[in-house]
């Protein structure tokens, strides 16, 4: 008796149509997904229920098909007339046979009709109108039930409907080897979902958009259904043949026949009851729950270490898919067991370990990945976008790789391994639908544990929850071997030996959970992705060491930490490792790498230009808390409404360490309110109509983020908007090259059309701040009234603007200019639009990330181009430049001018107690500017106090490295505590950044001196001649 197998031109045509369909289901999952987070949010919530609901989509799909191939469902299909006579079929059988073939026609068929039909009306709802409960299942479950039939139609026609019309055991002698061929078919299927992950990310998606992308799917779905043709079209024409019953007697004899002919081990009883063993489909659904649990997991942990972004969820996905391709191919190469229980044992074992070799990779992944990103080399804007685009992938995509292989790889070997001791089709479908319970499960068992598996002492939820996951396996495991090893024929080598091997991956997996510390967070929150990659790892570390970590916590959707930085003042809050914002931690004194005054803008220009009118304020995203604390502060009365959507919990359980904010609000809860949730979808569901909107969304290329950039979210936030309210968002310079802000900038403006666009010197973004009608001028009576009230004033001067005239100056294109800009650029390039459906700026950024500070002095030119102010690129750049007019006496501009006319009387003979209240003052409002550090530097050289004075020299540096001047003040203290040879140093570093001029000229004054004797420090004379010297340096800019 002679194996018959499928012939060649058979299997590829039917392993082209599964590659395709696995492509095909996993791009619509992907695109299905986003589909329903539009209607249930993007919180962890909303995306838990989206994905449950295709998971058991999928999952009746697969019930469906085996119900059809039920006995007492259809008996019609299960005593095929194909298998009823030896002659050819009558008429009526005729019939017969194709209406039995008709379903496994027309499950794919309806699959791909439906995709297609629905995905671009899917994509074209406006976002804004709500969506009613009921057609939820429309939009996720019923496409996914569809899909998720085809696979094992698919395996059914292998099995059922081999040309010539035989069933799985020929009367004429030969059996047909359908096991290893549905494995073949499905290591097919992971490999094909593995490529429609990738592809979707780098090609299908940037280049068609949702709705193109579920269109030409169609094509893709009428070709599978091409390809399977034969396979339905088989039973009508093949000649039939008399398919006798087979009893259990029967099919031990051909199997062990079997056995003798091709030397394979198969044990025939095994092959018949084993696999029903209720054993065997707990370690199918076990291995399948954790697998999603796994995925899930590596998705949050490469985030935290690449990057949140799609290109990195995908990298993980594609990880996986091939990881499950790999455990199918080594499962077919894994010799038969006489004992499927004992099989089982073996391969949870396996699992089990495969997950303590990634549980022990956690704390190298920063190494890798650093090694990784040093190899791709790094790459400047000015390199092609198919260079930069690999240079972001490879990394991701290897570090996956090594993340995901060791785990999923051994998940993967259960429902292959199971599946071979099949007897038949039918069994293997059951296998399948097994492992589709335990990926419907997956999602909401990580929901409830990530932000809920908290415990003292243990910082990472996700190495908590691996852990867990691992001793459960190791549990499964040890009850596989309970009776197994007291059976009488224990005494067989081959069965012993699985025994031995069996407890050896256990032995070794208990070993790694027991030695190996719990995770040290501090390596891997390091946002390596946010950070040069020729920078050595070391220095990288060097530089966090400098942190204290108060806060950390593993989020449902993010990973939350918060930074306490001693020596720069600062308080920081990071997502993933990204920093999402900065605040000074002593608000009197200067923070140099804070963003506190965009944070202040936020909240200070939408409530400027309504004039102080504004009473109700809707925030997107909670950040550190500033701009809700400064509405808080600025509505004291009570009589505003504040309400901020944040879709992070642990975002505000990090609240309380920004603690000026905290207690602010602590002190506004009547009428502050911050809570948890989809911020978009808050706007859709709720009636409430707001004065004034701010958006402080993550950066676009943030996974989910771009939904706060299109063109539906403007729409539906100017339909929330009362009449003449205003919005306000900022837009990261950073990362964007110039065709993605124009991309940006031409959404805002399409939907409000009267705009301002604000930037502050020395900031990586700009503030747009759009109207809901005609956009009041900028130099009305009234706002300027609001704007030098004192309590506006304070806060404005805390943001760095001084003067009426800054604010003015800082607004660098009004709604004509942005269209004269945005014309220029649809002449020379036709910029679309960013919506719901193209995902531009989230697909399109990714590959910028890389040299994303490359791209702010480029993007500040293409706005400067258009602006009216005509102010110098050069100079936008600096924190500090000279005032063009002091008009204002309570400016910090007047207050240092003032100061600097004391300290330049010749040898400081005015007193100087005036200066030092006036620079006071100025600290007071704003401790952030580089020439109220020099000018107090400057009293303390007046007052021989060298080592004072060096120090606020360096703050100065440090708040303005484009400044030349405070170097000079530092060799001058340092010349004057006796340092020669560091005061040398500092005005060598002055000349570097100033190589000729008229600082020039004060460099080589200082070089003169500092070649002469030391002065004594008792010399108050002298120090005063010198800080009167450096006095004019400072009147002369």
Known sequence: MAVQRMPREAFCLMAAAVFMAGAQTIVGEMILLRLATRYTGSAADGTTVALSLYLLGLLAGSALVLKL??????????????????????????????????PQALLPTTALIALAVTGPILANLSRQKALPPMLLPAIVFLPAL????????????????????????????????????????????????????????????????????????????????????????????????????????????????????????????AAVVSVNRPFTYTCVMAAALVGLLFECLAIRLLSLVCGASFITTTCAITATLLAIAIGARLALLIPGGKNMRLTMAMAISLAALGLALSLLLLPHLVNIFQALRQLAGHTSAQASLHAR??????????????????????????????????????????????????????????YLAMGRLILPHVESTMELLLRLTIIALVAL????????????????????????????????????LFFLPPLDVS??????????????????????????????????????????????????????????GTIPDRFREAAPNSDLSTQLLLALLPALWRNQDAHSYFLIGYGTGTTMATLASLNADGKARIETKEIEPAVLDAARYFERNAKILAASQKFASATTGDARQALTDQPQSYDAIISQPAEPWVQGSTNLYSSEFYTLVKKRLNQSGSFCQWLQLYGLDEKTLHAALKTFQAVFPDCLVFHQPGAGE????????????????????????????????????????????????????????????????????????????????????????????????????????????????????????????????????????????ANGQEPRGEAQALIDES????????????LRALLLLQEGKAPQALKEADIAHRLNLADSRPFIIAAAALYLAGDKEEALTKINKARQIVPHGVLLKEVEWMEDHLAGPLPTLESKTYADTLASRLTRLLEEF
């Open 389 to 446: 685009s690999l240079a972001y992938l490879y990394p991701r995509l290897l570090l996956a790789l090594t993340l995901c292989l060791p785990g999923a790889t051994g998940l993967s070997l259960l429902f292959p391994l199971a599946a071979r001791g099949a007897s038949r089709p039918d069994d293997i479908l059951r296998l399948y639908i097994a492992g589709g319970i335990g990926t419907a499960l997956a999602p909401a068992l990580y």
């Open 477 to 512: 495991t040890i009850v596989g071997l309970g009776r197994q090893w007291r059976k009488r024929n224990s005494t067989s080598a081959d069965f012993f030996a699985l025994k031995i091997f069996t407890l050896l991956n256990t032995a070794t997996t208990a070993a790694i």
């Open 146 to 269: 569809l899909a998720g039939a085809v696979f094992p139609i698919i395996m059914m026609l292998s099995s059922r409907f081999y040309f010539g019309g035989r069933s799985d055991f020929d009367p004429d002698g030969a059996v047909i080897n359908t096991n290893r061929t549905n494995m073949l078919l499905y290591l097919l299927s992971n490999l094909g979902s593995a490529a429609g992950a990738i592809g979707s990310a780098l090609w299908f998606l940037p280049a068609f958009g949702i709705a193109h992308t579920l269109a030409y799917s169609s094509l893709i779905w009428l070709t599978i259904l091409l390809l399977l043709s034969p396979f339905i079209a088989a039973p009508l024409v093949a000649k039939r043949v008399k398919a006798k019953p087979l009893n259990t007697d029967q099919v031990k004899v051909k199997v062990k026949e079997e056995k003798e002919e091709e030397g394979e081990f198969i044990d025939a009883q």
């Open 523 to 580: 390596k891997i929150d390091l946002g390596l992705s946010f950070v040069p990659s020729n920078l050595s790892l070391k220095e990288i570390v060097a530089d966090a060491r400098s942190t204290q970590r108060l806060f950390y916590r593993e989020g449902r959707t993010a990973t939350i930490s918060v930074l306490a930085n001693a020596t720069g003042n600062a308080v920081i809050l990071r997502s993933d490792g990204k920093v999402e």
């Open 766 to 905: 700009i503030l747009l701040l759009g109207f809901n009608g005609p956009a009041p001028s900028k130099d009305t009576a009234a706002i300027r009234t609001s704007f030098l009230r004192k309590d506006w004033r304070e806060l404005f001067a805390l943001a760095g603007i001084d003067s009426f005239s800054d604010l003015q100056n800082d607004i660098i294109l009004e709604s004509s200019d942005l269209a004269k800009l945005l014309k220029d650029a649809d002449a020379s390039s036709n910029v679309r639009l960013v919506t719901d459906d193209n995902l531009a700026l989230e697909l399109a950024l990714m590959p910028e990330i890389e040299s994303a500070g490359e791209h702010i002095e480029a993007n500040l030119h293409v706005l400067q181009n258009f602006s009216r102010t005509s102010v110098n690129p050069d100079q936008i750049a600096a924190n500090f430049q000279k005032k063009s007019a002091v008009t204002d006496p309570a400016s910090v501009s007047d207050l240092n001018a003032r100061a600097l006319k004391i300290l330049a009387k």
């Open 69 to 102: 191939n039920q006995p007492e469902s259809n008996p019609k299909l299960n005593s095929d007339p194909a298998c009823s006579s030896h002659i050819r079929p009558s008429f009526r059988s005729y019939i017969s046979s194709v209406k039995n073939s008709l």
């Open 923 to 934: 600290l007071r409002l704003n401790p952030n500017r580089s020439d109220t550090h020099m």
